[in-house]
């Protein structure tokens, strides 16, 4: 009897609080809370790297500016192409600016510059920083006495926070522009007319609630970019993994930050 | 003086009791169940240079990365230039840092940057008072220091192995480190280019009077650019010597090394 006690296989300690899926989840949370702290410590901490700022603004901003245009004008245009048929069987084609105006600046702008960003600057960031870890280009900055974290990563999340804001209200001008054109091509309405009809329904909540929106993709964005690029590992198979999942992990919480400063702004209007 | 000028002379002339610039007193580091340094002790004088052998994985780089603050030990101390270097962070250990220069296997050069702006970059992040005519003088110096002045408008994408080993060892050396850690520089060249890396190793040595750790499998660099050599066997250095004291043929844990180096590779 004894000896078959001894020969009963003792089973290895359990290695996983939870699972090892739900264990990595909960992992990867509490990484990226300390990732997002870190953030903000060393965003507030002297020196700024306001040159490297600068530059990353102007790589965020200035370089996206002929996709968004691009895209905001189109958005207006068929947005407005395919809203007249439903409005005309009411006779109700005077309301198209009206309509476009609070579709364009409340949903549309934010949401596509926001994709069109995520898509463009998200891989962009996580590949171009998942390439300088494994190339150990990251480590090389430590040890020559720059804070990497800093330079790299804050520099990059600030310029995408501070900059789709702005693309946001340039690609509502730019989507109301392209609407514009529609209307006045088919019902002959004046740019004052169309001007004074589109922003008489535009109310300064709508203004700031897109800029609330805007601040919030553009955070997201930086961070889910720069966190999967400064964590990035297993070469270059790592790095393409890293921009992609900068993307998909951007768009995905940028739907759901939609959902809930929708529910949010709607409870306060 | 050349490398063979340098290696006559080295034996008889050890370094002359000075101060100690690296002392490692019984270092560990594991990863999860992986021990890679078992209890490690070293002392490197000022300008000594020691070559640091041993199999992959054995935790040579991780031994360097962990004196440059890159890694920090499970146990054990490491004292550089006096300070040590676990127990501290943020601006101490970034000032400490700039007496240390760090000569990546991979180069590590920064991609989006010409040669120039690679070695202006420590420069003019780290001495912010520094004029633009001076940071230019400092970077042709140190260019022909290394031999590559024509390269200095060149992105790394251009440059060849060696150049790209080259320009990382003059990035370090724009700051004129006090010690010089070098992760496999000859690795991945041809013969003659291991040579100029060598040689560039021994003056940089005599010229800025820096402490070297040089990691390596390339006995040929070993011998011809330290002072001192050591091998990591089982997490645990052998007593560091001269590379005849070490690569004694009846000593069976170099000899396979030193064979297949020098011998035959079977």
Redesign the interface.
């Known amino acids: 009897m004894e000896q078959d006690t001894e020969n009963i296989e003792v089973l290895p300690r359990q290695k996983y609080f939870l699972s090892k899926k739900m264990d990595d989840f909960f992992t990867a949370l509490y990484s990226v809370n300390k990732f997002i702290l870190q953030y903000f410590k060393e965003a507030f901490s002297t020196p700024i790297e306001f040159k490297e700022l600068i530059n990353q603004c102007y790589q965020v901003g200035c370089k996206s500016l002929p996709l968004i245009s691009l895209t905001g004008f189109i958005t207006g245009l068929v947005f407005t192409k395919q809203s007249r048929p439903s409005l005309a069987e009411f006779g109700a084609t005077s309301w198209l600016p009206s309509l476009i105006s609070i579709a364009v600046i409340r949903a549309l702008a934010p949401l596509v510059t926001a994709l069109i960003v995520a898509g463009k600057v998200g891989s962009n960031v996580g590949a171009?920083l998942g390439?300088?870890k494994v190339?150990?280009?990251i480590?090389?900055?430590?040890?020559?006495?720059?804070?990497p974290f800093k330079f790299l990563v804050v520099t990059r999340i600030s310029a995408v926070t501070l900059m789709l804001p702005v693309l946001v209200l340039y690609s509502g001008l730019v989507g109301m522009l392209g609407a514009y054109l529609n209307i006045h091509q088919n019902e002959l309405t004046s740019f004052p007319a169309f001007v004074n009809s589109a922003f008489k329904t535009i109310s300064f909540l709508d203004i700031i609630s897109s800029i609330f929106k805007a601040t919030c993709y553009g955070f997201t964005i930086g961070v889910a970019g720069c966190y999967q690029g400064y964590f990035a590992k297993n070469g270059t198979k790592g790095v393409g993994m890293a921009a992609n999942t900068a993307v998909v992990l951007s768009m995905f919480l940028i739907f759901v930050e939609e959902m809930v400063i929708v529910q949010f702004v709607n409870a306060i209007r | 003086m050349d490398v063979d000028q340098r290696l006559m002379e080295k034996d008889k002339s050890p370094i002359d009791g000075e101060n100690t610039v690296i002392s490692i007193r019984d270092l560990k580091k594991s990863f999860d169940s992986n021990v890679v340094l078992n209890g490690i002790d070293l002392d490197i004088l000022k300008g000594e240079n020691i070559a640091v052998l041993g199999r992959s994985g054995s935790g040579k780089s991780v031994l360097i990365?962990i004196i440059?603050?890159?890694l920090k030990p499970d146990s054990g101390t490491v004292k550089v230039l006096g300070q040590e270097v676990d127990k501290i962070n943020g601006k101490v250990l970034?000032?400490l840092?700039?007496k240390?220069g760090?000569s990546?296997?991979?180069s590590?050069?920064?991609?989006?940057m010409s040669v120039r702006e690679n070695l202006a970059?420590?420069l003019i992040?780290?001495k912010r008072n520094l004029k633009t005519k001076e940071v230019n003088i400092a970077i042709e110096a140190v260019l022909n220091d290394v031999g590559l002045s024509k390269t200095i408008n060149q992105m790394p994408s251009e440059l060849s192995g060696g150049q790209r080993k080259r320009i990382g060892i003059a990035?370090?050396l724009i700051?004129k480190p006090e010690i010089m850690l070098y992760d496999e520089p000859t690795s991945g060249l041809d013969p003659i280019t291991c040579i100029e890396i060598n040689n560039l190793i021994v003056k940089v040595q005599q010229q800025y009077n820096a402490s070297s750790i040089i990691i390596t499998h390339d006995l040929t660099c070993a011998k011809a650019t330290a002072n001192k050599v050591t091998m990591i066997v089982e997490g645990k250095f052998l007593i560091p010597g001269t590379f005849e004291a070490i690569f004694n043929k009846e000593n069976p844990v170099t000899k396979i090394f030193y064979d297949y180096n020098f011998i035959n590779s079977k």
């Open positions: 171009e390439s300088m190339t150990e280009q480590d090389a900055m430590e040890v020559s006495g720059t804070n | 990365k440059s603050g890159l970034q000032a840092r700039l240390i760090f990546f296997q991979s590590a050069l920064y991609d989006s970059f420590p992040r780290n990035r370090t700051m």
